[in-house]
């Protein structure tokens, strides 16, 4: 394995990074698995001023801790180092971590560059999401349509089942006037089928 240029940086997107419409044009999304990690949605904040109908409202978003013996599906991202800056300030209640070489593997089996990393919430906004702090319905979408891109119904159904916290923290119902500044609009079956699922883990939902 090789470093990356000086001019790219590579990293593991686990959720909305894992959506290539997310992603700034001109990146390379390559699929695959990643050992001694566990998702899970513990990442409360509040959105910044100036972040449109996100300021100022309590939402939770996905993390990731460290946990032996487990494996997530994702995307590992190639990136212009330029757009670090941006990335970071979209992160902006995560801290960059470095990943053990080797601890990804592609599914094209393509060689990785020695150099990645991924976003793992800072330690103070590192808790489970509640009724103030709820799920975005329009960010579980998001990151679900980049799951079904990639994996298809095995994609979504392995991001429910991998992803601790549905049974806990709530989901507020915001598809049709999303809060998500980088909301997609799904199609009708695979929003029905993305409800069916969360339906067969229990999850819960709000009404504002």
């Keep these: 394995m090789t470093d990356l240029a000086q001019d790219q940086i590579c990293y593991f997107g686990y959720g909305s990074l894992v959506n290539e419409e997310t992603l700034p044009t001109g990146t390379t999304v390559i699929a695959g698995q990643l050992s001694g990690w566990k998702r899970e949605w513990r990442g409360c904040s509040k959105g910044k001023e100036g972040n449109g109908r996100m300021s100022g409202v309590g939402v939770c978003a996905l993390g990731v801790r460290r946990e032996e013996g487990s494996v997530i599906r994702g995307a590992m991202v190639l990136d212009t180092k330029a757009n670090l800056p941006a990335l970071d300030k979209r992160e902006w209640h995560y801290s960059r971590k470095s990943l053990a070489e080797g601890s990804f593997v592609p ?6 560059p020695a150099d990645t990393f991924l976003y793992q919430v800072q330690d103070q906004y590192a808790h489970w999401g509640n009724e103030e702090h709820p799920i975005l319905q329009s960010y579980a979408d998001c990151v679900m349509a980049g799951f079904y891109r990639l994996w298809g119904q095995e994609g979504l159904e392995h991001f429910v089942e991998t992803t601790d916290g549905w049974d806990r923290v709530p ?7 999303p809060y998500y500044p980088r909301a ?22 709000l009404n504002r």
């Design 171 to 177: 989901i507020l119902k915001d598809r049709e006037d």
């Design 107 to 112: 599914d094209c089996g393509r060689q990785m």
């Design 184 to 205: 997609i609009v799904l199609s009708n079956e695979l929003a029905a089928t993305i409800d069916d699922l969360l339906k067969s883990v229990n999850a819960q939902y």
